[in-house]
T-cell receptor, first 112, second 114 residues
Framework: GESVGLHLPTLSVQEGDNSIINCAYS??????FIWYKQESGKGPQFIIDIRSNMDKRQGQRVTVLLNKTVKHLSLQIAATQPGDSAVYFCAENGGSNYKLTFGKGTLLTVNP | NAGVTQTPKFRILKIGQSMTLQCTQDMNHNYMYWYRQDPGMGLKLIYYSVGAGITDKGEVPNGYNVSRSTTEDFPLRLELAAPSQTSVYFCASSLGDTSGNTIYFGEGSWLTVV
């Protein structure tokens, strides 16, 4: 079946560095992608989204890049802070109007 | 707004018992969802609803039932609990479909079946 996966299960960075979390997707019908942050013991929290008619979108300290040619999505976090430590999930809609398919997640650890 | 609220936060069930996870949202969202998350894994869709009175199966519906009698509430029923249902359950909602509508999640319900 279709799947969304992550290249790296864990990422450790120094406080103040930039972080890049990658995600590969396989469903070419997907036209909407979301990044979620999940802190320990909490529900996923929306970070940023992007539609397939865009290749870049910026938020506060975060940027999402979409490369439809190679079916690749990335989340860039600028000036990473200890509060950014969490599991980050990418999700795609597979062209569906109701369902999101989630990747397994990347654990980001920020060292002070 | 409280957003998406789930209860209980934690529950231990014995094999064969039944229970209902409650979920309510105060954002007047049409779409509601139930996901489960197993350790170290992503979220898998159990059931979803596009509006009051309408429910549909997701990826992993077996062993569960839902109802949507109001826009606000979307309870998940576990009948004859099995150890395989030990998981974290997340209720979620969105204004519309997933082509651009953000899904908002509750804080989760930790369920252990022993």
């Amino acid at each position: 079946g279709e799947s969304v996966g992550l290249h790296l299960p864990t990422l450790s960075v120094q406080e103040g560095d930039n972080s890049i979390i990658n995600c590969a997707y396989s469903n070419s019908a997907s036209d909407y992608f979301i990044w979620y942050k999940q802190e320990s013991g909490k529900g996923p929290q929306f970070i940023i989204d992007i539609r397939s008619n865009m290749d870049k979108r910026q938020g506060q300290r975060v940027t999402v890049l979409l490369n439809k040619t190679v079916k690749h999505l990335s989340l860039q976090i600028a000036a990473t802070q200890p509060g950014d430590s969490a599991v980050y999930f990418c999700a795609e809609n597979g062209g569906s109007n109701y369902k999101l398919t989630f990747g397994k997640g990347t654990l980001l650890t920020v060292n002070p | 707004n409280a957003g998406v609220t789930q209860t209980p936060k934690f529950r231990i069930l014995k094999i064969g018992q039944s229970m209902t996870l409650q979920c309510t949202q105060d954002m007047n969202h049409n779409y509601m969802y139930w996901y489960r998350q197993d350790p170290g894994m992503g979220l898998k869709l159990i059931y979803y609803s596009v509006g009051a009175g309408i429910t549909d199966k997701g990826e992993v519906p077996n062993g569960y039932n839902v109802s949507r009698s109001t826009t606000e509430d979307f309870p998940l029923r576990l009948e004859l609990a099995a150890p395989s249902q030990t998981s974290v359950y997340f209720c979620a909602s969105s204004l519309g479909d997933t082509s651009g509508n953000t899904i908002y999640f509750g804080e989760g319900s930790w369920l252990t079946v022993v």
